[in-house]
């Protein structure tokens, strides 16, 4: 089982490129959701969902779109990239009693 | 404001001393969770805490959640090069999903 992948792991955009993050879980859990990590902010969580059709907005959610239209898939959009987006991005998979992350998405806007 | 806030944020020290990371928060958590990342990776869990004044014990590393449920402590025995890493905590409040994240702190255990 590959657990949560991630991709690209790499990717580098010009401002106001727009792009997206894939995530694909083969663990069969409901919820998903996208963290962002940067230098001493921690990870901070942007969209998560509850299962297909249905998705939230987190703490930072301003730039960025999810569809959750499976079980097992949960992109994110970047509709016009900015700087301030550089950053890593997590997705992470699981329930209550803990969560399995992806290896990241690491992303400079330039 | 910081929803869980994590002490010391940086803290280096030598193979074999001990050592405790905590996490506070003036809130009430359903549930704790420790997680440990290492560079180019992403967090993996290791201990969630659920009952007030719970420990668990993870071979030399002991957790605890605080009896109201607002903190946690991560508490490592005789800690070794192969711990060092950011270690995050995160909890979920009452019945949301979110699960938050402190900003987590970064260990280096010197040989």
Known sequence: NAGVTQTPKFQVLKTGQSMTLQCAQDMNHEYMSWYRQDPGMGLRLIHYSVGAGITDQGEVPNGYNVSRSTTEDFPLRLLSAAPSQTSVYFCATGKKGGYTFGSGTRLTVV | ?111
């Open chain 2, 1 to 111: 404001t910081q929803l869980l806030e994590q002490s010391p944020q940086f803290l280096s020290i030598q193979e074999g001393e001990n050592l405790t990371v905590y996490c506070n928060s003036s809130s009430v958590f359903s549930s704790l969770q420790w997680y440990r990342q290492e560079p180019g990776e992403g967090p993996v869990l290791l201990v969630t805490v659920v009952t007030g004044g719970e420990v668990k014990k993870l071979k030399r590393l002991t957790f605890q959640f605080g009896d109201a449920r607002k903190d946690s402590s991560l508490h490592i025995t005789a800690a070794q090069p192969g711990d060092t890493g950011l270690y995050l905590c995160a909890g979920h409040q009452g019945g949301s999903e979110k699960l938050v994240f402190g900003k987590g702190t970064k260990l280096t255990v010197n040989p």
